[in-house]
């Protein structure tokens, strides 16, 4: 049976990330946001307290925490800021876990102590200019040499593409084998004929490296190969379950954030000589603030153990990432409206909670892409299939 009730450790690393988040975290928060920085002072740093692969084996370099500590320091990052969260789900949940599951020994040793020390980040190349929700239906294209292989196509929207050492490549060796052609590459970004370009101009997550991925005749070694050829939809997807859970934990961050700023600006501000918290219409956003960022904390609570316990948990991380991240544009929206115009401008993170939410509904699977997965569970029929 799930229990709630956190073990001395799993308090202790909340605390500890709490602390974290709050003097290293939150005061650079606004000014990365404003000036679009991606802070790689700040994410060493945050590298440093080990939270980048914490759930990756000690002899590897992490930390080796379960899914349930994850998410607590997860949420307390993404209560900070969205930007810094992105780069923990993707080193760890996309990229370290996938080598953990799907590498080699000798893959293991190359990158993983190096993701887990911050020296190398890692990004995740799966999505194409033409290549969203139907993930298998990839351009990129690998084809067999002596000794290893070429890969020809591009990525697009690839959070820290420009500043990643490796990059996971996914690509199609057998357009006519679909999905089962697919395989994935570690590749190192210094390779010749790759390249990235930074893309600007987002809503949101603005101190966040967002990339576009060109791969021009690239050659890698047969050892760069993880996994056999055709799994690569297979290490996309389970990849995906642990990214899509460290995104639905984030998101309960900015729940919480969202919350926890309302609470405090509502009891502060007086209008008809009593603060606003008194009224009953804004303790009801208050209210339904609260009941999402309890019922989103539990949804992932749950995903968590399942993940801890070795059971199947694709569909419970989809019910978890469609809700925590609804629910976090709900929170943010609501806070910005017990804000008023203080919650417009970015006094108040309110505002950036609001912006670095709305891409958590696209990112690692649409809300449509969640409920799809879920319909197809809950009815056995898949609607993507005419
Ligand atoms: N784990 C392991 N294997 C899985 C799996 C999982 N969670 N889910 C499916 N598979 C396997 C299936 O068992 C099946 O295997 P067989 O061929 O052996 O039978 C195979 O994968 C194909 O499965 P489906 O038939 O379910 O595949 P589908 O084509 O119907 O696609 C989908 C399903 C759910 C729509 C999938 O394409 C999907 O998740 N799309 C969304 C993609 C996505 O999330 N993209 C985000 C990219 S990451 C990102 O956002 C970038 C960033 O930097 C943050």
């Keep these: 049976m799930i229990d709630f009730e956190l073990t001395d450790e799993q308090r202790l690393i909340r605390e500890t990330a709490r602390d974290f988040t709050d003097r290293e ?29 914490a759930i990756v084996p000690e002899e590897y370099g992490g930390r080796e925490v379960d899914y349930r500590t994850y998410a607590l320091l997860v949420e307390e990052i993404g ?37 887990c020390s911050g020296e190398a980040l890692g990004c995740f190349g799966l999505t194409e200019p033409d290549t969203g929700s139907d993930a298998s239906n990839l351009k990129t294209r690998a084809e067999k040499i002596d000794g290893g292989w ?43 004929g790759f390249s990235s370009q930074e893309i600007h101009g987002k809503l949101g997550l603005k101190g966040s490296d967002t990339a576009e991925l060109s791969l021009d005749g690239v050659e890698v070694a047969d050892s760069a190969l993880m996994g056999q050829i055709g799994d690569g939809f297979k290490i ?23 919350l926890d700023a309302s609470v405090a600006y509502a009891k502060e501000r007086t209008q008809f000589d009593r603060p606003i918290a008194s009224f009953q219409l804004v303790q009801e956003m ?10 989103a904390r539990g949804l992932v609570w749950r995903a968590g153990w399942l993940k801890d316990q070795g059971k199947p948990s694709t569909t419970e991380t989809s019910i978890a990432k469609l809700y925590a991240t609804e629910a976090a544009v709900s929170c943010a929206d609501r806070a910005i409206q017990v804000h008023g115009g203080s919650g417009y401008v970015d006094d108040y ?27 197809r569970a809950y009815t056995g029929i898949n609607a993507l299939v005419p």
């Design 25 to 53: 975290i939150v005061p650079r928060a606004r000014e990365n946001d404003r000036n679009e920085h991606f802070d790689t002072e700040l994410v060493q740093k945050i590298a440093d307290m080990g939270f980048l692969g």
């Design 349 to 375: 993170p309110v505002e950036r909670y609001l912006r670095d939410a709305r891409v958590t509904t696209l990112y690692e699977g649409t809300s449509q892409i969640q409920k799809l997965i879920i319909g």
């Design 286 to 295: 208050i209210a339904d603030m609260a009941v999402q960022t309890e019922a």
């Design 150 to 192: 070429r890969i020809n196509g591009g990525k697009m929207w690839i959070s820290l593409g420009n500043y990643s050492k490796l990059a996971m490549i996914f690509a199609q060796t057998d357009p006519e084998k679909k999905h089962k052609g697919l395989a994935c590459f570690l590749v190192p970004t210094d390779s010749e």
């Design 236 to 258: 996309a997807m389970s990849a995906l379950d642990s990214g899509r859970y460290s995104v639905a934990a984030g998101c309960v961050g900015i729940c919480q954030g969202s």
């Design 79 to 115: 209560r900070g800021d969205s930007a810094m969260r992105t780069v923990v789900s993707v080193v760890t949940s996309l990229v370290c876990s996938s080598i953990v599951r799907w590498g080699t020994e000798e893959q293991k040793q190359e990158w993983l102590p190096r993701l």
